[in-house]
């Protein structure tokens, strides 16, 4: 299974200057609880912005970088979106894939995930980058969402959209 894994704003913001937009203790946990021993893929910017640019422990590790003079340690580097497809799919055959971001990367791969696990923050964080308007968008259904829960001072709801038309890489 392929699945998407974000958090956004009341405008499906998800990040600027390279950054989250909140700081989300009980959702980072999720994410954590979610994510460990699995596959998490992501593009080169989302790699950049973790704490000193190092790759997520306890979990395998997926980059995609243009330039092919960008090798990472500690994660696998590829450099196109074919052989980032090609690993995924790979990986899918054993193991539940995360699609950790960022913009560009949760949009190219929308069509082949199965699931999104989208945290919705009450709140308008001035994002810069943007999701996908998943209520808006005709093959994702909306089949799980949780009672509105405080994380620090803001309000969050984890939701769980379905791709109804997923299409095999
Ligand atoms: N809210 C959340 O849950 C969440 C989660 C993750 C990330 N984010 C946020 O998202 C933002 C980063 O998103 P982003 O879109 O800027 O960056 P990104 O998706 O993390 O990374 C983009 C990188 O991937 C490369 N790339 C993308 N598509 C490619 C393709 N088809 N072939 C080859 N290389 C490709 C780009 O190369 P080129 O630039 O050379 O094309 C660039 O180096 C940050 O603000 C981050 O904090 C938010």
């Known amino acids: 299974m392929i699945v998407s894994i974000l958090n956004c704003d009341k405008k499906y913001g998800i990040g600027k200057r390279n950054g989250l937009l909140f700081s989300l203790p009980l959702d980072m946990n999720f994410f954590r609880e979610t994510t460990l021993g699995h596959v998490v893929c992501m593009g080169e910017n989302t790699l950049l912005s973790f704490p000193n640019q190092k790759p997520l422990k306890d979990r ?39 699609i950790i971001g960022g913009a560009s990367i949760y949009r190219q791969t929308l069509p082949y995930v199965d699931k999104v696990y989208l945290t919705k923050v009450n709140a308008d964080g001035g994002a810069e980058v943007f999701f996908i308007n998943l209520d808006e968008h005709p093959d994702f259904k909306l089949i799980e969402e949780s009672e509105p829960v405080m994380d620090g001072d803001l309000e969050i709801k ?12």
């Open 60 to 98: 395998t590790n997926l980059v995609l970088s243009q330039d092919p003079t960008h090798n990472y340690e500690g994660v696998i580097n590829v450099h196109t979106f074919e052989d980032f497809l090609k690993k995924i799919k790979e990986y899918e055959k054993n193991d539940t894939v995360f």
């Open 158 to 169: 984890f939701t769980v959209y379905q791709n109804m038309n997923k299409k095999e890489i």
